[in-house]
């Protein structure tokens, strides 16, 4: 059983950076790709990113493209989501999940079978 923890949100100001974690136990290889999602109040969950842990490519929706960042260390089985240059629009309940590289639909939320409890992220402007 896959288990996600996210780490790391809070209430930062606008151009303020800040990074978030998701631990992963009990991971198995078939679990190749970690997603990150945001959801903010009223509005759909919406795909940020990914990586992939063999390789270590990553994907990026075009509204971060640029300013997030996602790294990983295989070692700590704890992939990072690094937020530069804040916007208020940015304000969302951030997730991260596990699941199988599928090429094409990685950044859907269907692609994954585990999910963290989510991580609070608010920039005020």
């Known amino acids: 059983q896959v288990q996600l923890v996210e780490t790391g949100g809070g209430l930062v100001q606008a151009g303020d950076s800040l990074r978030l974690s998701c631990s992963a136990s009990?991971?198995?290889?078939?679990?190749?790709?970690m997603g990150w999602f945001r959801q903010a109040p009223g509005k759909e969950r919406e795909f940020v990113g990914a990586?992939?842990?063999?390789?270590?490519?990553?994907y990026y929706a075009d509204s971060v493209k640029g300013r997030f960042t996602i790294s990983r260390d295989n070692a700590q089985n704890t992939v990072y989501l690094q937020m530069n240059s804040l916007k208020p629009e940015d304000t969302a309940v951030y997730y991260c999940?596990?699941?199988?590289?599928?090429?094409?639909?990685?950044?859907?939320?269907?692609?994954?079978?585990?999910w963290g409890q989510g991580t609070q992220v608010t920039v005020s402007s």
């Open positions: 990586i992939r842990w063999s390789g270590g490519s990553t």
């Open positions: 009990g991971r198995s290889s078939s679990m190749d790709t």
């Open positions: 999940a596990a699941g199988p590289f599928r090429a094409g639909i990685t950044r859907y939320g269907g692609n994954y079978d585990y």
